[in-house]
């Protein structure tokens, strides 16, 4: 990315659907990140960012019988990716090594201290856990399966001054209207 300024769309466990709502706000940002549980390379071939960059990692179902005549992307997805931005660094991971849902966030905290952003999917549940530094988002479920209310994306802005978050979520039945929280925070 050449410019001070980005806007990350946060996408995860899709599980070989997303939802076309989802894919639209992709095509509003710079990039696209997928948190893993992906499906399946047509998933990543419909994500269309302005800027063409769409970065995943591997989840614990993205196996290779899910990926047939894909297996040397998949291989190619890693298990954690660290994007250093502007402001800060990212770092993601798909979750399902971050160990119980109790005190996940501590962990992943303790493991990534240095990073503006915490980034995981698994749970299917989004969350913007802003009380604390770094960071740690989940964008919830892009697809169809497990969404808890509907289909759920992020849309991260990210520079050299402050970071924002927006909540994007969809309701399960086919309808225009979308729900949006937006967080601002100045880091300190």
Sequence with gaps: MSTDRHTIAILGDTHGIIDPRIAAVVSRCDWALHTGDIGGMDV?????PRDGVVRAVRGNNDIPQRWV??????????????????GGQIMVE???????????????????ADARAIIYGHSHHMVCDLDEDPWVLNPGAAGRERTFGGPSCLVLYTGAGPWQVEEHRFPLYRD???????HNRHRT
């Design 44 to 48: 990543l071939a419909a994500l269309h």
């Design 69 to 86: 005549g894909d297996e040397n992307l998949l291989d190619s997805l890693p298990l954690t990716l660290a994007i250093d931005l502007p």
């Design 94 to 112: 798909h979750g399902h090594r971050a160990g119980p849902v109790k005190n996940r966030h501590t962990r992943l905290r303790r493991r990534y």
């Design 176 to 182: 225009s209207r979308a729900t949006r929280r937006v």
